[in-house]
């Protein structure tokens, strides 16, 4: 995850919440799952009594398709626009951003 400078992990994640309304955990996008994220956000899903549409792939990974989902949203979503699994949440929403994007409030001041 990029961050401005001087933003905590804590700061990021509550503008990610307050600020942006966790613009990239729901629209037209997907999310790829590792093979061995497969299993356990499953599980999230099941704990959290989640509709989760996962579209599995050849070698194990999985897409989740956020427009295979109410509202567009990524089922890990709650109301508030917060991760339901932020400490535990995949690779690549760990990773994103890499870098300045704008719009993307915790690293740009861009719009
Ligand atoms: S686009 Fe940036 S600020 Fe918005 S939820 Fe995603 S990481 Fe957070
Ligand atoms: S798992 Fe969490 S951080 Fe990742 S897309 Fe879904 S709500 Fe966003």
Avoid: N, W
Wanted: proline share 9%; glycine share 6%.
């Amino acid at each position: 995850m990029f961050r401005k400078p001087g933003l905590s992990v804590l700061e990021a994640q509550r503008l990610c919440r307050d600020a942006c309304g966790a613009l990239c955990c729901q629209g037209p996008q997907v999310l790829v799952l590792d093979a061995h994220e497969v299993a356990p956000m499953r599980d999230h899903a099941a704990r959290l009594e989640a509709e989760l549409v996962l579209h599995t792939h050849p070698d194990g990974r999985a897409s989740l398709r956020f427009p295979d989902h109410e509202d567009d949203r990524c089922p890990m979503l709650d109301d508030t626009d917060a991760c339901r699994i932020y400490d535990a949440r995949p690779t690549r929403c760990r990773a994103f951003p890499e870098g300045p994007r704008p719009g993307c409030v915790i690293s740009s001041d861009e719009t």
